[in-house]
């Protein structure tokens, strides 16, 4: 399933916060927004998820025109993980991750036993079986991450947004986390802080700086040590780990 963005502006009060973005995720690609914080980054996905409005533009999936599209159809097709998490009401982790059978479901209808399965499996998934029982409120914010990635896996996606889901997160649970998106082999557009983890795992990388597209290009091709420093503000030295074959990065002020 292909995300096509396009022309996509949203301003907040007098703010134009995302101006004239238009991008495009691939098949089954992992495609990453990077950028400074402020930069425009989730305002943008909040816009193409349908939680804000934005003034103009338009996006598709395939040929499901999303901002015209009632939120329930979307959400059979999309899903969303977000970095913030929090709730004032409990539920179990196994409650939570049912949540994510809701836009399949008509109101009222009882759980099934394919709903079951398909919970059972997303916990598997994310390592989580032996919390199904536990409060989410008791959790620890990466093992959170992880209850809020298997109810977006519930949900069947054809296509997820990841809004810096790994803000917050330790290594371990960063690496968790991206691993099992990878391992989904869906189309995934994911805002990400962190430049190590982005180069690992994205396909494709579009950089954003006062709400527009600055550069785009595979790892290798748009991370220069010119970009960072316009991006970022920072001094940065980019080498190739002749292990992994991964970019790293020194930064320095």
């Known amino acids: 399933m ?3 963005v396009q022309d996509l502006h949203v301003s907040i009060g ?17 495609v990453g927004i990077i950028g400074a914080n402020g930069c425009g980054k989730s305002t943008m996905l909040k816009s193409i998820y349908k939680s804000l409005k934005p003034q103009k533009g338009s996006v598709y999936l395939d040929n499901l025109d999303v901002l015209g ?9 999309m ?24 836009p399949h479901k008509k109101l009222l209808e009882a759980d099934n036993k394919e709903d079951l399965e398909i919970v ?5 998934r994310t390592n989580l079986t032996e919390y199904k029982d536990r409060s989410f409120l008791t959790l620890s914010g990466g093992e959170k991450q992880r209850v809020i990635l298997a109810r977006a896996i519930a949900q069947q996606p054809e296509f997820l947004i990841l809004d810096e889901p790994t803000n917050h997160l330790d290594i371990r649970y960063q690496l968790e986390v991206l691993t099992c998106v990878k391992q989904l082999k869906i189309g995934v ?3 990400l802080h962190d430049l190590q983890m982005a180069a690992e795992y994205c396909d494709y990388i579009y950089a954003m700086k006062k709400g527009r597209i600055i550069a ?3 790892p290798k091709e748009i991370f220069t040590e010119e970009l960072v420093a316009a991006l970022y503000d920072v001094n940065c030295k980019i080498y190739e780990n002749p292990i992994t074959n991964n970019l790293s990065f020194v930064y320095q002020l």
Not at 88 to 102: A, H, K, P, S, Y
Not at 120 to 124: I, K, R
Request: proline fraction near 2%; glycine fraction near 6%.
């Open 2 to 4: 292909q995300l096509k």
């Open 14 to 30: 007098k703010n134009d916060i995302v101006k004239d973005v238009s991008l495009l995720v691939g098949n089954k690609q992992f």
């Open 69 to 77: 599209t009632a939120p329930k159809k979307v959400s059979q097709k």
């Open 79 to 102: 899903s969303v993980v977000g970095q913030f998490n929090e709730l004032n009401f409990d539920l179990t982790v196994f409650q939570m991750v049912m949540l994510g059978r809701t």
């Open 120 to 124: 059972h499996n997303a916990l598997v």
């Open 189 to 191: 557009l994911a805002a």
């Open 216 to 218: 785009q290009g595979t």
